[in-house]
């Protein structure tokens, strides 16, 4: 199954088109290699404690969801601050195995590692570390091979198989000791220091231990603050027995054929409950559970494999990013969201962002709907909070936090959070988009509706009339951090301006009478859509009211080590500059490219790039897909392989506190909006590729209204499978191509 | 020397037109009756721990400019936020007493209080507590009578007399124990939670005695972080000895003749170092410091005292405003600021705002000018830390700090601090009305010059020329802190324009060479205050560039138990809306009244007056005097009562934490800007007085170019008597008077 081509090394990274590997951990490393499934994340490079050799890796094991509260401290609070921060919870690392032979502890006292290698498979969903260690009196030595699976098929459960055998001498004695907390093992390290005050001992001092059989055990622990509850179920497949201090020993004669001990355990958040169900899945052999995860990937490579002939880098780049994403969300993963780091690092606190409707959601809603549909859900089920939030505003409607897990703002700097109120158009976007293209209408009937009238009624809330500029949005902060508390920020009020038009233009009053709304209102979502207000100055749209007046930067002038900005200058330095953090107005103009000329386009590409410093990982994509629809296929192609290598070449510097999801979506869709030149409105989608010069070839596949169509793009030609000749036309150039349902 | 007349009760509070009584300790009085002298502060009203019978009051011991650091904490901390907070430093009471009769304590358990009573005089200077305790088992009754001093001529020292004397029995033994920190003592109580994680006890453990003679010791306290000292000598002029436990012990035969201890108290900041100067300061007979401390204050009254005839409540409010400056900054005090809560109490703690220049040094500048100047030399003497603030923003020149102790920011908010850069042009103004009002050259040359052109560097930085408005200063907040972060806050532009004004008419650019000047920063100077930036719409002047299109307020919509706003709503509300918490634009009109018509003044009154919530302290002063120029001496006189009543009535509801220094400063301009209609500039002073309809008379004092007049207004009379005849005009209609130099 393996293709192992290796095709490049990336700062010590060895990579086939389809696996990531290393002889030597590195921090980045265990972030490359964490596997994850939506649920269950593990990060872990040091499974044997006492055979970590190179430098100290980040062990973290996370549950999606599974959260402390934090106590947020001011020096100055104002009324309204969120009180409380969550974050997802380090747990103990179920990963550890200790190892003696003959009663010799194997380590690196008692002798050395001859040999070392970690692999992820993109096909298998396997993480595999093999080590070969020699005993320095005997000199016997031992193959060690860890292979590690967080099932796609079923997402409570994560498997490690340990497989031993001499390779040098006939006969010993193997002796495995492991459990939640082994002895000598090192405690996951958390390197925010937002989570500095959190112990993980706090949630092992509230463990409850159920037996439930010989090689089964249950734990439940429960989080200080938040009381939220997790429990895990444990089963090993060898005989052997538990020890007091709480951790399983199985013993073996070790042979030149491996010895296998599986050791499986079952996440659940809440009490702990044991059933015929759970029972069957825990004792499921190593084999069976592989088997699967390599079926569901199987499957999922099939609607989504990009594959690009002439071009190895973006080849690896654009799999490494849909395997993040998927990863990240999972197959029948929980019912949570993508965090900013997926379940990779500790960065940002595990929070869930306004990325996920703007940059991860695309890749899911044109290849696997359903998984979209359950984004929009994590966001429906957190309404009531999100008008508790607007209500604290003194606004109807909801407003959604700036980052979250539960629901609640997790948020202590309201400049850049809560005054993003775009969070709210974005949100909507992804309802738009996700209708467009399904034509879900149980979705939108149920959920959708609502999610669209909650949201516009907290921005005609927020905004008011102007008698001389029309409907404004005062006191905002659009995407570009650098910029904040704006009248009018140009990307906001676009967003807004979509999503009020398509709610009064896709319904009738008559549709949401349910939900109370008035003739008088719903005139006014009308005309706060016709109104909206845009400092425009003929092909130049300001970013904002007062953007065009402040003083203009020159990147150049500013020393290549004071980037990123933000951690060398006062947020009013920047604030008073033209100068952008991550694209702004060009992000509305690639999310709603139907109301952009070509001209408009690239006068604000002209104006806006040269100031952006692309500071964060939100960046380099946009502006790839704008610069692939005005055909610079030279400037997209640059983008788009900085933005697939955000973590494979660690161009942000933090890859080792997790990966950057946004920049995972956002290769996807820079090659999807950008080159492929993808867009979709009510009535079709539209492909209009650019391809990049080394490119000889290049296949992908969308799901359009429950039609998989198959495209292949080559410098001379454009092909179309799937769904029926009626519904897809070439144009005569066979540059475009139309989707019609 | 005392006027009993007992004028009115307000609120429990009895006031003759010189002193401020009560029978009954409360929060407030604790407040109002705080003795200080700039340098040191005492809020004390149970100086006998035993006989506290009443509501538990604040006790707050502060010596100026003692402060200690304190850790700041953010829950997203942004690049250049200050790290440490600087606090003033509650200490332990010198003022405690605790007393024995015949080896009975004095307390509430053995006997009860039979009368108290509490007068602090604006004419001595004392305060002074009475109180009769009658023994129960015996009935033998005592009277205690308290006096305390703050020296006015002396800074250091403070000085406390015990006095009693038998009742109604011959022949007692009475023994006081006293010291810093005498047993029973309840320990100073701060109320400003900000202050919550600090204790006393901190700066006791650091305490270090020195045994100086019989009757003398020195004790020095060194603050836990910032490491500062400070010591104090005590001394008791009776015999006595002293404790193990380090109080001292006096014993007395107590007769119906009053038996009297003095305990005098010399601080200094730095380590303890006794010379003959001080000894002789130390056992000065209490006598004698008492003459010292009336000498001071007639003298004080002569050059400042306003009489009112017909209106006994604004009488005794402007006096109690004029006592209150007196008392923050002292006569020869340290050489610190105006804290915004003087010595009275821990609210903003101690910190210096520009309140000072603006709000305080108003009535010094025209009375006491060489105070004035005290308060000038605070800001020059911590450039150096303004100039690193500037250099942290990028900037070159210098940026005060919005609240400060030492001269480092101390705020933790920037919005509504490092954003207020008016501060500067703050500092500037008070430079440039000194020196109209003075002519001290030696001033100007040696200090003020290098101030005017520090922070006009700083403007010339942070704003630049937008070739379509002119000089704009982006992103910054003005004095309505209900409005933050925007665009050319009218305020901040009309000072800014005159500092740069003043500084390129009032000097050559040859003058300030020796700072490195160059002609084309000099012609910047020139420029910037040319093309200064407003938003005006005829008469009416915008308070910034995106004021006008926010969404107006009506203030009687609002619940009136939700004001003070910012306690009940978010800034992003307040942000977003046409709401003032205090005024704004207004506030530049009463500082520049040249360069405003009285169209001017009267439409943008009222347009922002409606919209004010007087929610500050800081604000009716400011309405009183626009009203009273305009004409409107109804208007005037309302607001005038509202400032000098701030504290006597407890209006903001938080005297408790100490006094309002600016409503105190405000009601000074209130009364000489406002209703005498005193302005100044380059070429003479003049006064156009409205006076209410209740004031029959009304005589006040200034001294204007090293003359003092002395101005009578009735009715139907102006009288100038000081200058010489040539210095003073009236005109034919007797309503507007010119002083000429």
């Keep these: 199954m393996f293709l192992l081509v290796l095709g490049s090394v990336l700062g010590g990274l060895l990579m086939s088109l389809w696996t990531i590997e290393a002889d030597q951990p590195t921090r980045e490393l265990a972030s490359q290699l964490t596997v994850s499934n939506g649920l269950i994340g593990i990060k872990d490079l040091a499974e044997i404690p006492g055979l970590q050799a190179g430098p100290l890796t ?99 459960l994560l498997t490690q198989r340990i497989q031993v055998r001499a390779l040098n001498f006939d006969g010993g004695k193997l002796r495995i000791v492991s459990g939640l907390h082994v002895r000598g093992m090192v405690q996951p390290k958390t390197f925010d220091p937002r989570l500095a005050g959190y112990d993980t001992t706090d949630i092992l001092a509230h463990q409850k231990i159920t037996p439930f059989s010989v090689t089964m055990r249950g734990t439940t622990f429960t989080a200080s603050h938040s009381r939220q509850k997790l429990s895990t179920i444990t089963h090993y497949d060898q005989p052997g027995r ?44 190593f084999a069976e559970i592989a088997a699967a995860q390599t079926a569901a990937l199987t499957d ?29 969300l999972g197959i029948h993963g929980g019912q949570q969201g993508i965090a900013a780091k997926g379940l990779t690092g500790s960065g940002y ?120 500029k029309g409907f404004v949005l005062n006191t905002v902060t659009g995407p570009d951090e650098y910029t904040a508390l704006v009248d009018n920020n140009a990307y906001t009020n676009f967003l807004v ?73 006062h947020p009013l330095v920047l604030y008073r500059l033209q100068v952008l953090k991550q694209a702004d107005l060009l992000l509305a103009m690639v999310l709603l490219p139907e109301q952009f000329t070509q001209a408009q386009v690239q006068t604000n590409y002209d104006y806006y790039e040269p100031i952006t410093t692309h500071d964060s990982s939100l960046s380099p994509a946009i502006y790839a897909i704008a610069a692939a629809r005005l055909g610079e296929a030279a400037g997209a192609i640059k983008f788009f392989k900085h933005t697939v290598n955000t973590d494979l070449q660690n161009l942000q510097g933090n890859t080792a506190d997790g990966l950057h999801l946004a920049a995972m979506g956002g290769s996807w869709i820079t090659f999807a909006w950008g080159l492929m030149g993808l867009t979709v409105d009510d009535e079709h989608a539209t492909l209009h590729p650019v391809l990049p010069q080394t490119w000889t070839r290049c296949t992908f596949k969308l799901r359009y209204r429950n039609q998989v169509y198959a495209v292949t793009v080559t410098p001379t030609q454009l092909t179309v499978t799937g769904g029926s000749t009626a519904n897809v036309t070439i144009d005569q150039a066979r540059r475009l191509i139309t989707l019609t349902p």
């Excluded at 020993?249 to 070790?254: E, G, R, V, Y």
């Excluded at 010895?259 to 004792?283: F, P, Q, R």
């Excluded at 490579?301 to 990240?328: H, V």
């Excluded at 009738?508 to 005309?527: H, K, N, Y």
Aim: no cysteine; hydrophobic share 40%.
């Design 58 to 156: 980040d062990t973290v094991v996370y549950v999606n969801g599974f959260y402390d509260y934090e106590q947020i401290h001011y020096g100055e609070a104002q009324f309204g601050f969120p009180q409380r921060n969550q974050m997802m919870i380090p747990l103990p690392a179920p990963t550890r195995f200790e190892l003696w032979l003959d009663d010799v502890p194997v380590d690196l006292n008692q002798g050395k590692i001859l040999a070392e290698h970690y692999q992820l498979s993109m096909q298998t969903g396997q993480f595999q570390h093999t080590l070969t260690w020699e005993e320095r009196s005997t000199g016997h030595q031992i193959e060690i091979v860890l292979t590690r699976i967080t099932s796609l098929k079923t997402a409570a």
């Design 242 to 285: 538990w020890l007091k201090d709480g951790n399983w020993m199985s013993t073996f004669d070790l042979t030149r054929q491996p010895v296998a001990m599986t050791k499986t355990v079952w996440h659940m958040l809440g009490k702990v409950v044991l059933d015929t169900t759970i029972t069957s899945e825990l004792t499921r052999p």
């Design 300 to 328: 999922f490579w099939q609607t989504s494999d990009i594959e690009i002939t002439g071009d190895d880098e973006s080849q690896r780049g654009i799999r490494f990013s849909q395997f993040g994403l998927l990863q990240a």
């Design 349 to 468: 606190g595990g929070h869930y962002f306004w990325d996920t409707e703007i940059y991860e959601a695309p890749f899911f809603y044109w290849n696997h709907p359903e998984l979209a549909r359950r984004l929009l859900m994590v966001r429906y089920k957190q309404l009531a909070h999100a008008e508790a939030y607007a209500k604290s505003l003194g606004l109807t409607g909801a407003l959604f936090p700036w980052r979250t897990i539960n629901g609640e703002e997790s948020s202590a700097y309201f400049p850049a959070s809560t005054a993003a109120i775009h969070i709210d158009a974005d949100v909507a976007y992804l309802v738009i988009r996700y209708y467009q293209i399904t034509h879900d209408d149980d979705f939108m009937q149920k959920y959708g509706a609502e999610l669209l009238l909650a949201t516009s009624r907290f921005y005609l809330g927020y905004g008011n009339f102007d008698p001389h």
């Design 497 to 569: 301006q979509f999503e009020l038009r398509y709610l009064t233009q896709h319904f009738e009053l008559s549709d949401l009478q349910r939900f109370g709304v008035t003739p008088s209102e719903w005139e006014d979502f009308r005309a706060a859509a016709d109104q909206m207000y845009f400092e425009i100055h003929g092909n130049l749209i300001a970013q904002d009211d007062s953007f065009l007046s402040k003083r203009r930067i020159d990147l150049k002038q500013i020393p290549r080590d004071h980037f990123p900005l933000l951690m060398h200058y």
